[in-house]
């Protein structure tokens, strides 16, 4: 029996497994389905489709980068254990070379990168076999041009941070102290903006509103109330955006100042254009725990 590109897309999609994986299964089934199924279940490959539904919300943040641009990504895992573990790490780092490497837009798309004769997605399902866990590709960025990166208490924490400059200063000592810096002040403070004109008008309403309303509810008359607010909606941006806040080193200056005073000793103009912080599971249902429960399942 033969078969087509069809039947094997179509074998991947119910089973998950690689796509030269269902090949050679339905070579071997001579186009069966239902055989090229039961033959990825012997070799244990169907299985890996199986723990894809399974809660995912540890792993690593990790950043790197290189004279050329960097990346950010997640990967993650069902257990901080297997995040870990050195092949977890180094099959995130795989994944983050290829995504700079082959400038590719999303997770997608990064899962269709070659990489010696096999795609990441064939590799991370022999990951999730080997491992005994679901991992997964949650996100990642790509930045060109200047950057630098930082990993913060193995992967918990990832940032990239992307400078615009005239000149090559990626091996000037200076400012790669700057740059790191940087990077970990954002990593420990959490901007949501690069500076004041990024935030939007929305959210500004939204904040003016708020602190208007609690100086009525003070018993402040509303034209004081809204004088009020004009003075601390600084400290929202303050707070909230990378250039206004305070050098966690230094309090005296800003994160802009201090930019602008590593440029002027350099004698190049520098500047932040962009950054991403991932934080490892933000946001994802995290799973819930309880042995007890696990060990009376397990008895029953």
């Known amino acids: 029996m033969s ?3 069809k039947d094997v897309m179509k074998l991947r999609e119910k089973t998950g497994c690689g796509m030269m994986d269902c090949k050679k299964a339905l070579t071997h089934s001579n186009g069966d389905e239902s ?8 070799q244990g490959l169907a299985a890996a489709s199986k723990k894809a539904g399974r809660i995912a919300s540890e792993g690593i ?3 790197i980068d290189t004279p050329k641009g960097g990346v950010i990504i997640e990967v993650n895992s069902e257990t ?3 995040a870990k573990n050195e092949d977890f790490q180094n099959f995130v780092k795989l994944c983050a070379t290829c995504a700079m490497e082959n400038q590719v837009k999303d997770v997608d798309s990064l899962l269709e990168v070659n990489k010696d004769g096999r795609s990441i997605k064939e590799l991370l399902n022999e ?6 866990e679901n991992i997964k590709i949650r996100r990642f960025d790509c930045f060109e041009g200047l950057c630098s990166s930082y990993v913060h208490a193995g992967g918990k924490i990832a940032v990239l941070v992307n400078f615009e400059c005239g000149s090559d200063v990626y091996n000037n000592e200076e400012f790669k102290s700057m740059a790191k810096d940087i990077a970990m002040q954002i990593a420990a403070s959490h901007p949501i903006y690069l500076n004041q004109s990024e935030v939007p008008q929305e959210v500004i309403d939204h904040e003016k509103k708020i602190l208007a309303d609690q100086a009525i509810s003070q018993g402040k008359p509303e034209a004081i109330a809204k004088r009020m607010v004009e003075g601390k909606i600084g400290k929202y941006f303050k707070e909230n955006c990378l250039l206004n806040q305070e050098f966690v080193k230094d309090s005296s200056m800003t994160v802009s100042q201090y930019v602008d005073r590593v440029s002027k000793s350099i004698g190049v103009n520098i500047s932040v254009a962009r950054f991403a912080r991932y934080e490892r599971g933000e946001g994802l249902e995290k799973k819930n725990e309880n042995f007890a ?8």
């Open 80 to 82: 901080d254990f297997v």
């Open 293 to 300: 429960e696990e060990v009376s399942k397990a008895l029953n």
């Open 35 to 42: 055989a090229a199924i039961d033959y990825l279940r012997e």
């Open 127 to 132: 990951k999730i076999l080997k491992i005994g």
């Open 3 to 5: 078969f087509s590109a």
């Open 61 to 63: 943040a990790f950043s």
